[in-house]
């Protein structure tokens, strides 16, 4: 025995349960508390997430200090093959070094495509 307590999963009880039981969410509550509504716990002043732009590969970096965020910033700013995004509690920054040029912008197709029907 490895040790473990055991939980037991009570999916059957949450799948017989009525659709009454269960209050419907549109779209925008999730998305107003699930991305407008985020939150670093309070000992946390500042989270950093590095993607390399050709390997995809993604590091995070989590800081207490806004001084150790900082020193990591600058050198996150020297490189040229990644892009990266700063979390702060009052805040989130995407930084990318690529030009605009190379992002595809799916709204604005989708409206071109729209005002053409």
């Known amino acids: 025995m490895s040790g473990r307590k055991y939980f037991p999963n009570n ?17 925008e509550e999730i998305m107003d508390y ?4 985020w939150s670093l716990p309070s000992n946390i002043n500042c989270i950093i997430r590095e993607e390399h732009v ?12 806004s ?5 990591k910033i600058k050198q996150l700013l020297e490189r040229d093959d990644i892009e990266f995004t ?5 805040n989130i920054h995407f930084i990318s070094q690529l030009p605009l040029d190379d ?3 799916d709204d ?10």
């Not at 699930?34 to 509504?37: D, L, Q, V």
């Not at 001084?67 to 020193?71: D, E, G, I, Y």
């Open 54 to 65: 050709l390997t995809g590969k993604v590091k995070e970096y989590v800081y207490q200090r």
């Open 11 to 27: 999916w059957q009880r949450y799948k017989d349960a009525p659709d009454e039981m269960f209050m419907p969410h549109t779209y």
């Open 67 to 71: 001084h150790a965020a900082s020193n």
């Open 86 to 90: 700063v979390c702060t509690p009052e």
């Open 103 to 105: 992002y595809d912008d």
């Open 108 to 117: 604005d197709e989708r409206q071109n495509s729209e005002e053409a029907d």
């Open 34 to 37: 699930k991305i407008g509504g």
